[in-house]
């Protein structure tokens, strides 16, 4: 009998039974090369999860969420081991991009989401933690060449900082060149915030990070006078 | 009715129902409460419902009274509910900030504390368990992930709950601190709301 290995990874996630979902990826990568599993089960089953945890269908809590991230960053992971054993430049393809909280935000459970989805996705992350500042996240994105910044904040009170790391981009003439990525619980629920606050965009949920930060890359990149990286 | 003379209530978040209750029985205190359920921080589409329908019950054709908030940003709109004469809230971004003070709460928070205030230590397991469904080694995972430390804020109210937090640690993966707080900060928080509120409906 043919077994429906995305259902599975999906229910395994929906249970966050990280284990059970990382024996069904081996599982369906034992019939397969391990190289397809970004593209023809994880990202689908993701895709298919997001969309459901976006619209807070029953089932799909903050620990279905963490787990899909951990199973993405545990497939990450096995790539770049086999990369490794095969010798191959474990280079990333994308990026670099920053994240991080923006200033007296302390809570890192969606940031570390999107960047382990941006990270299986194939960008480079640089992850600046919780209760960062306005230079600090400038800083950050100028030496590392970043072309995007991913600020998270879960409340209104800590979200009002996100503008302040829009005036600080505006300061250093950075505007545009780097593009800010605003995300977190309250402009989940009031996606008018991010306009307000400067941002240049927002996704729905940590799983629809990637497609983000790829529009927003290329809007830096246009802003630069650059072609397609 | 000058602002002054205005009838003055509280709408509290349940989570501060005890200290509170308190601070009104040792006369520190003159405030009357309504109290809404603490979990209604889960869902916070539908605790601004309730704050709103609160505060419409508080405030009857738009005659009625001051009213204080006695609660974090918990809402979406949580700035905005509280804006307007005769409106104020607690200041912090929370409860564990209201009842710590910024200085502490900012300390212990960049020491990656989690905090547990004495009503949801009681109820914990149905608060990670049943709201954030962490379950098996994934609670310790995440837990271990993000913070170094379960905080234990002792009111001094209740006994500390020494079964249930000694529970939590174990199925959490975290040590459990118990750290004595004063009423003071909350105290001078909702004292200085209700000045603010009082001073914003004079004008």
Known sequence: MNRDHRQELLDAIQQADRAGANAIIQDWAAGHSYQQVVSDLLSPTLETFGRLWAHRELGFSLATGYVAAKVAEDVLARLLEEAGARGEAQATLKGPVVLGNVEDDFHPLGRKMVGAFLRADGWEVHDLGVDVSPAQFLDAAEAQGARVIGASAMMYTTAKNAAKLREELERRGQAGRIQLALGGAVFKLRPELVATFGGDGTAPSAVEAPALFERLWQCATAQRGEGAP | ?203
């Open chain 2, 1 to 203: 009715m000058t602002a002054s003379t205005r009838p003055i209530r509280c709408i509290a978040c349940s989570i501060f129902k005890k200290e509170i209750e308190a601070l009104r029985a040792a006369g520190r205190l003159d405030l009357p409460v309504d109290y809404l359920p603490s979990m209604l921080h889960m869902v916070p589409e539908r605790l601004e419902t309730r704050l709103q329908t609160a505060l419409a019950e508080a405030r009857p054709e738009g005659a009625g009274a001051t009213v204080v908030f006695a609660y974090g940003d918990c809402c979406g709109h949580m700035e905005e509910l509280a804006e307007g004469p005769g409106l104020a809230r607690s200041e912090g971004i929370n409860c564990c900030e209201i009842i710590l003070g910024s200085d502490t709460y900012r300390t212990l928070r960049r020491e990656g504390a989690f905090f547990l205030m004495p009503e949801w230590a009681l109820g914990w397991k149905q608060i990670f368990v049943n709201q954030l469904g962490l379950l098996g080694p994934c609670a310790r995972e995440f837990m271990r992930e993000m913070h170094t430390r379960l905080v234990y804020l002792d009111t001094g109210i209740l006994p500390v709950p020494e079964a249930e937090l000694a529970e939590a640690s174990a199925f959490l993966g975290l040590p459990v601190e118990v750290r004595p707080v004063s009423l003071d900060p909350l105290l001078a928080s909702l004292e200085q709301a209700a000045h603010a509120a009082r001073a914003h409906d004079a004008e």
